[in-house]
């Protein structure tokens, strides 16, 4: 009897649109002869499963189940697929903890800690992993234009420590726009990131590992025809992504160690993608990690299962077997 699985989108942050559009990725990734499929949407209070007909049911949340023809159907895995809350911050992972049902991505600690890009940062540099200087405020707190100058300088990043697809960040390059970009930031997130801009290739690099194996995908090179890598650049064509990377093989293999060490360290499950830039110097420098990465065709994820000569219906079978 095949497996129902549930691929869980939607969201309740900015990257509504962009989890909708992972969700029908994995749907066209995972292999339908082993699995039964469902598109979970959540926004809010409202769940519901999308039915083959284009209907939908609502979920009952008490045991994320629904009914079908008049029948109670149960999910045996949930692959989530939900850009930020609650299923990138560690929410829905406790939910599905206390239902017992196994899903695709790590659990609630590293979700919630992967989701802080200032948390995840500084706990990582504990470990010796190199990072940007940067400066944390929370809702209500204030900072001077002086004080950003003195402290990060010129020109820098103010975005949301929380959430993704560049939405709320900007490059600010003047006194002038500093507090603008904070205002900007705090309108997506209780948490805003000013952090040292860094000048170099930016880079990144996907891994997964199961019981049996330990899996670092090649490396993709990120050059945007933008001022950074902005919401166009990632979804728009805005960028040349090239996979594999232009970098040496020596620097190859060292980031990709450094990314297996990372999932390790932060006790990672399913994919995640880790993003960084290269300094003068070949020095490797951290920007972020992420838990539940695209999923689109044109992800960053499948352009490197392509590179490595792997089949994505293969890995998504290896990240829902590795939970049974």
Not at 64 to 88: C, N, W
Not at 96 to 101: A, K, Q, R, S, V
Not at 215 to 237: L, Q, R
Request: aromatic share 10%; with cysteine; proline share 3%.
């Amino acid at each position: 009897m095949k497996r129902i699985i549930a691929i869980v989108a939607g969201g309740d942050t900015s990257e509504f649109e962009v989890s909708l559009r992972s969700a029908q990725g994995i749907y066209s990734f995972i292999d339908k002869e082993k699995y039964t499929l469902y598109i979970v949407e959540m926004h809010g209070l409202d769940w519901h499963v999308q039915l083959p007909d284009g209907s939908k049911a609502p979920v009952d949340r008490n045991d994320f189940s629904f009914r079908l023809d008049g029948q109670k159907v149960t999910f045996d895995f949930a692959y989530i697929t939900i850009h930020g809350t609650p299923g990138e911050d560690g929410k829905l992972q406790g939910y599905f903890d206390m239902l017992h049902i196994p899903y695709s991505c790590c659990g609630v600690l590293a979700a919630s800690l992967t989701y802080d890009k200032f948390a995840c940062n500084q706990y990582l540099h504990a470990y010796g992993v190199r990072i940007a200087d940067s400066l944390l405020l929370r809702s209500g707190q204030s900072i001077t234009d002086e004080e950003v100058v003195e402290k990060i300088g010129l020109p820098c990043f103010i975005k949301p420590s929380l959430g993704g697809s560049s939405f709320g960040v900007t490059k600010v390059k003047t006194r002038e726009q500093i507090q603008p970009a904070i205002a900007k930031a705090f309108e997506e997130a209780q948490e805003v990131l000013v952090e040292a801009f860094m000048d170099g290739t930016e880079i990144t690099c996907g891994c997964y590992k199961t019981r049996d194996k330990s899996v670092v995908f090649p490396i993709t090179e990120v050059v945007s025809h933008n001022e950074y890598f902005d919401y166009n650049a990632k979804y728009c064509g805005d960028s040349d992504e090239i996979t594999p990377a232009r970098i040496s093989d020596e620097l190859t293999e060292r980031v990709q160690k450094l990314t297996s060490a990372i999932y390790d360290i932060l006790g990672a499950q399913g994919i995640i993608r880790v993003d960084y830039i290269i300094t003068e110097g070949d020095k490797i420098n951290l920007l972020e990690v992420n838990t539940t990465p695209g999923m689109t065709a044109t992800s960053f994820i499948p352009q490197q299962v392509r590179a490595a000569g792997m089949e994505m219906k293969e890995v998504m079978t290896d990240i829902i077997e590795n939970k049974f």
